[in-house]
C-alpha cells in the first residue's frame, strides 16, 4: 500500500475499502449485488439482499433477518432509499425522506 514518511519511519497504509455484501447468504456469483438490491436494517445495521420488488437474483437474506430477528424496518442501500416494513411485507413511504 502507500507508505508514508514520518521521523524516519516507514508506516505501510493498508487501505482496504470493502463493498457491501448480503451477511445473510455470501453470495458466489459474477457481479455482487449493488445500490438498491441491498438493505441495511435500521435497528442493528445488518445488509443482507432486498427483497424481489428491488433485487430480481435475491435469496430473500433482509425478509429472513426481519423475521427471524423481531427486527421492523430496512432501508435500501442505492439512490431510491426504500424503507422495507416487515410488518406490512412492503416497502412504505414517509415524508422524511423529502426533506
Not at 500500500?1 to 470493502?18: A, C, T, Y
Not at 459474477?30 to 445495521?45: A, H, K, S
Request: hydrophobic share 30%; with cysteine; glycine share 8%.
Amino acid at each position: 500500500g502507500p507508505q508514508k514518511k514520518q521521523n524516519n519511519f516507514s508506516l505501510e497504509l493498508d487501505l482496504v475499502i470493502e463493498q457491501p455484501h448480503c451477511q445473510w447468504k455470501p453470495r458466489k456469483a459474477t457481479r455482487p449485488f449493488i445500490g438498491d438490491e441491498l438493505m441495511q436494517c435500521l435497528d442493528c445495521g445488518f445488509i443482507a439482499c432486498s427483497p424481489p420488488s428491488l433485487n430480481a437474483d435475491t435469496n430473500l437474506g433482509m425478509q429472513q433477518h426481519l423475521l427471524i430477528s423481531g427486527h421492523k424496518l430496512a432501508v435500501s442501500c442505492g439512490e431510491k432509499a426504500q424503507i422495507f416494513c416487515s410488518e406490512c411485507g412492503d416497502c412504505v413511504y414517509h415524508e422524511i425522506f423529502e426533506q
